[in-house]
């Protein structure tokens, strides 16, 4: 569903991203990790257009080089931020892909879709007007999520899906993402920091360092490894050879 062909991406003099190569199977849930500054927001933005790579080839769901407008069927973005629309209620930010992409659904039928991808993500049927400025970070998230899943793309993309959150409610949205990728049978890719949602979310895991995929292997053998930049990154140790501010 999603094949990235030797990227190359610099900015300037920067080289961010020198030779990224790597598949996602249907049906697969990808974790990519890396330190910041990595390259990982990069990657996320060749897959999804929003950048192009100077070098090298983006598949996704069968489109070459997709830009933005054709892979909005295809895809769902749950943001870092959740990145709600402020004036709209949430409603209306779940079903904004349904009234304003090429279907065009209309008002009554887009709120009842809305109202139930919000109770999937367990929202009350009473919050579907409220305001996301009323809402906590956790039930933002969750808004963010029901949004990416509207309109049951097969793909989707989770950038940092727990950020911001305690450990309790980063477990309830790791949770979510991986009962509703195995319900949708859908091709996954996560960006993150979080050992948890590596350990609860991932099928297979690849880490991004020095420019390159350094790292591929499944969430088991990636907890299981001695490989010293690998396992430096996962236990979070200030020694070792990733090099480190001190």
């Given at each position: 569903m999603i094949r990235a062909q030797d990227i190359h991406k610099a900015f300037g003099p920067k080289r961010v991203l020198t030779g990224v190569s790597f598949e996602v199977a249907r049906g697969e849930s990808l974790v990519v990790i890396g330190g910041s500054g990595t390259g990982k927001s990069v990657l996320?933005?060749?897959?999804l257009g929003l950048e192009s790579p100077?070098?090298?080839?983006?598949?996704?769901?069968?489109?070459?080089?997709?830009?933005?407008?054709?892979?909005?069927?295809?895809?769902?973005?749950?943001?870092?931020?959740?990145?709600?629309?402020?004036?709209?209620?949430?409603?209306?930010?779940?079903?904004?892909?349904?009234?304003?992409?090429?279907?065009?659904?209309?008002?009554?039928?887009?709120?009842?879709?809305a109202l139930e991808k919000l109770a999937r993500v367990g929202m009350a049927p009473e919050s579907a007007d409220l305001y996301p400025a009323e809402l906590s970070g956790g039930m933002q998230k969750r808004v963010g999520l029901a949004r990416a899943i509207a309109g049951e793309p097969p793909i989707l993309f989770f950038d940092e899906p727990t950020a911001g959150l305690d450990p309790i409610l980063a477990a309830v949205i790791n949770a979510l993402i991986?009962?509703?990728?195995?319900?949708?049978?859908?091709?996954?890719?996560?960006?993150?920091?979080?050992?948890?949602?590596?350990?609860?979310?991932?099928?297979?895991?690849?880490?991004?360092?020095?420019?390159?995929?350094?790292?591929?292997?499944?969430?088991?053998?990636?907890?299981?490894?001695?490989?010293?930049?690998?396992?430096?990154?996962?236990?979070?140790?200030?020694?070792?050879?990733?090099?480190?501010?001190?």
């Open positions: 996320l933005k060749c897959l100077d070098r090298g080839e983006v598949m996704i769901a069968g489109l070459t080089r997709p830009r933005p407008h054709e892979l909005a069927a295809h895809v769902g973005m749950l943001f870092q931020g959740a990145a709600l629309f402020d004036s709209l209620p949430v409603w209306q930010n779940v079903a904004f892909r349904l009234m304003r992409g090429p279907a065009r659904m209309a008002r009554a039928p887009a709120r009842e879709a991986r009962e509703i990728v195995t319900e949708m049978g859908a091709t996954a890719v996560t960006i993150t920091h979080d050992m948890r949602t590596l350990r609860d979310v991932a099928d297979r895991v690849a880490m991004l360092h020095e420019g390159r995929l350094y790292w591929q292997g499944t969430a088991a053998e990636a907890l299981a490894s001695d490989d010293p930049v690998l396992t430096q990154f996962i236990q979070g140790r200030i020694d070792g050879p990733i090099p480190t501010l001190r």
